[in-house]
C-alpha cells in the first residue's frame, strides 16, 4: 500500500478555513468577496494549479541540479479553463514553462521538462483524468 497523508482542515468562521499540511505548514483558505467571503486566503482550484505547477517544479529543479545547468531563472506560468456549469471544473489546462539565461542547454531542459510531465509529476497525472493539458517550454536566451 502507498503512503497517506493526512490533512486536517478546520473551518475559522465565515467562509475561512486554516488547513495543516505533512510539512509542517498551515494555509488559509477563503472564498472572495463575490462568494460570501473575505479573500483572506487560497481560493481552492487555484491552490490546485499551484500545486500542478509545484510538483513539476520541483522536478525539474531537481533535474536541473542533477544535469549541472545553467538556468539564470526558471518559472511555470500555469492558465486553465473553468467550466461554465456546476461543478465548475478545469476541463483545459496550459502550462508554461520558462527558462531565463545565456547559456542554457535547450534539449537537456526540454528533456527535464518531458521526464517530469510524463514520468514523475504525480499532480500533472491527477490533472491528465479530467483536463486537457498542453504543456509549453518557452526558453529566454
Known amino acids: ?32 468577496p463575490d462568494d460570501g467571503g473575505e479573500g483572506s486566503g487560497f481560493r481552492p482550484k487555484a491552490l490546485m494549479l499551484s500545486a500542478l505547477a509545484g510538483c513539476s517544479g520541483l522536478d525539474v529543479a531537481s533535474l536541473i541540479k542533477k544535469m549541472k545547468l545553467k538556468v539564470d531563472d526558471f518559472h511555470i506560468e500555469t492558465i486553465a479553463n473553468l467550466t461554465d456549469e456546476h461543478p465548475k471544473y478545469y476541463d483545459a489546462v496550459t502550462i508554461e514553462y520558462h527558462f531565463h539565461g545565456k547559456e542554457l542547454d535547450e534539449k537537456k531542459l526540454q528533456r527535464a521538462v518531458d521526464l517530469s510531465v510524463e514520468k514523475y509529476c504525480g499532480v500533472m497525472e491527477m490533472f491528465r483524468k479530467f483536463a486537457k493539458l498542453e504543456i509549453k517550454t518557452i526558453f529566454h536566451q
Request: proline share 3%; charged share 15%; glycine share 16%.
Open 1 to 32: 500500500m502507498g503512503t497517506t497523508n493526512h490533512i486536517t482542515t478546520k473551518w475559522v468562521g465565515g467562509m475561512a478555513f486554516e488547513s495543516n499540511n505533512p510539512s509542517g505548514h498551515d494555509l488559509r483558505i477563503d472564498a472572495g
